[in-house]
């Protein structure tokens, strides 16, 4: 057996390099804006899982992990960001390897935001970990998914289901990622679906703030639109969350026919026609205006551009049968059918069951003793579905119900047609 020793002749840097290191970060945070956030301002709910104890190999760890790069590598190296490979963007049932799926728009709004935020001297390490875990918590299917989870949580539970305040959750009572409040408060006030032209931080200091936040959301329809990050990082990914499905999206559109070349929308807008042009355009714009500010902030006539383009996609996109076929017809009923099954089952403590053999046993256990005694029966449910992909929920439904299985062919558009 390797002694401890012998692994710090392999693992623990020198006293010289140790220097550097520090040296490296000092300069580095030396160049943020003073209206940056420091990894020394990262507040955690377990100071274990921060800095662990005071021996040499720790400290090297945080030189080369200091506090938000730690909360990055928690979400990335978790099975639920695998997931999100297999979960709609905005169109269903599409065998289409070029349409946009939930882990290629977290990249975007990752790239996006590490420019704007490297621009701005913010710290990027913070704006990567929340951008790559804004949408954690989203459905299979998509909005329509999230629409169908909140009306079964809301009838049984009294509670609402957003995707925004389910990817703290998820990270945080479920997966016990132990990430900063940082990261979990831009998380949770990400919401791209409302934007504003101005973007100053709102102040979140403790946990008990979070969860009264998050309380507020769950009892409140609506609540987690108007939230605003503590934080400028946590800002510029709820802006860059929306460049990064505006153009996207239409490029997403005219694949699949929703347009077409010739009706193409929003000709000639301030804001850019292209994806590319409108990332490039309103970053710009939005740097431009925020640059050694204490806030975000853009041009008005940008924004309403922006904004144009917004409703644009609302009208032509979000709302056109290909975005939601299938899903009232048949999504709808399946997941009701889910949802009391595994409801029940809980209850019970059918251990037979797959919300035991495939969520609760398997997986979340493994790392969160308490989950079940912890959590009710509806909190565990909404876990289990809101967690699955595409596939699976369909696949799971036809293997429990041979008698109503719907087959690939029935719902998906097939690559050959």
Not at 214 to 243: F, K, N, W
Request: charged content about 25%.
């Amino acid at each position: 057996m390797t002694t401890k020793a012998e692994q710090e002749q392999y693992f623990a840097f020198t006293d010289e390099q140790r220097a550097y290191l520090r040296d490296g970060l000092a300069r580095e945070e030396d160049v943020l804006s003073p209206f940056a956030t420091r990894h020394a301002d990262a507040i955690y709910e377990h100071d274990a899982g921060r800095r662990g104890d005071a021996s040499s190999a720790m400290d090297d760890v945080e030189l080369v992990r200091p506090a938000f790069v730690r909360d990055v590598d928690r979400v990335l190296n978790n099975a639920f960001y695998n997931r999100c490979m297999d979960k709609t963007q905005v169109f269903p049932f599409y065998q289409n390897d070029d349409l946009t799926r939930r882990s290629f728009h977290l990249q975007l709004v990752s790239r996006i935001s590490r420019k704007v935020a490297a621009a701005l001297r913010l710290n990027v390490a913070l704006t990567e970990a929340i951008a790559l875990a804004h949408d954690m918590g989203h459905t299979p299917f998509g909005h329509g998914g999230e629409r169908m989870l909140d009306a079964l949580y809301r009838k049984h539970a009294g509670r609402c289901f957003n995707h925004n305040v389910h990817g703290v959750r998820l990270l945080r009572d479920v997966a016990t990622c132990n990430l900063s409040l940082q990261t979990y408060n831009g998380i949770l006030c990400h919401c791209g679906e409302k934007a504003f032209d101005k973007y100053v931080p709102s102040p979140c200091d403790s946990f008990a703030a979070l969860d009264a936040m998050m309380e507020h959301c769950y009892t409140t329809p609506g609540a987690s639109q108007d939230l605003h990050p503590s934080t400028l990082e946590g800002c510029v990914v709820r802006i860059c969350d929306i460049l990064a499905y505006l153009g996207k999206d239409r490029q997403d559109a005219l694949k699949i026919h929703v347009l077409e070349p010739d009706t193409y929308p929003a000709r000639g807008e301030l804001a850019g026609e292209t994806n590319a042009e409108i990332i490039q355009n309103v970053s710009a714009n939005l740097i431009k205006n925020s640059i050694g500010k204490p806030y975000l902030a853009m041009d008005a006539a940008v924004f309403e551009s922006m904004q144009r383009i917004k409703d644009d996609n609302v009208a032509n996109i979000y709302t056109s049968p290909q975005a939601h076929e299938q899903l009232d017809a048949a999504i709808q009923p399946m997941m009701e059918q889910l949802y009391e099954r595994f409801r029940a089952d809980v209850k019970a403590g059918n251990e037979s069951s797959y919300i035991f053999r495939h969520h609760i046993n398997s997986w979340v256990m493994q790392f969160n003793e308490g989950y079940v005694d912890r959590w009710s029966p509806d909190d565990i449910v909404v876990d289990y579905i809101a967690s699955m992909t595409d596939d699976y929920f369909i696949d799971l439904f036809n293997f429990l119900y041979p008698e109503q299985a719907i087959s690939r062919a029935q719902l998906y558009h097939p690559y050959f047609t």
